[in-house]
C-alpha cells in the first residue's frame, strides 16, 4: 500500500511519509490502512490518526495530514501517539 515515500530509522522506531497526490488519494489510502491495522487507540496527529498493534511491525501509529500519510512503526519504549503529533507538525 505504501509504494513510495521516505523512511527513517531512529533508536526507538521507524518514522515514515508518504505523500500523495491529493489529500482525497491520501484519505483513500488511510481508509485501507485503518483496515489492514484496526485502531487500539486513539492519537491526536493531523487531520486523522489511531495507534495499532501489529504482529510484525510492534507498536505503530498511523496520520492523515493533507496529502500525507505518516506514522511511526516499531516503536520501542516511547509513545507512538505523541513521536506522530510532534511529526506531523513538522508536515506542511
Known amino acids: 500500500m505504501l509504494k ?3 523512511l527513517a530509522q531512529y533508536t526507538h522506531g521507524k518514522a515514515f511519509v508518504v505523500t500523495e ?3 482525497e488519494e491520501a484519505a483513500a489510502l488511510f481508509k485501507k490502512l485503518r483496515e489492514r491495522f484496526p485502531p487500539a487507540g486513539d492519537a491526536k496527529a493531523g487531520d486523522e490518526a489511531y495507534t495499532a498493534a501489529d504482529r510484525y511491525l510492534g ?3 498511523l496520520f ?3 496529502a500525507h500519510v505518516a506514522g511511526w ?3 520501542k519504549e516511547a509513545d507512538p501517539g505523541a513521536l506522530s503529533s510532534a511529526l506531523a507538525a513538522k508536515l506542511p
Open 73 to 75: 512503526t516499531n516503536v
Open 64 to 66: 492523515r495530514k493533507g
Open 4 to 6: 513510495r515515500g521516505y
Open 59 to 61: 507498536n505503530i501509529a
Open 21 to 23: 497526490s491529493s489529500p
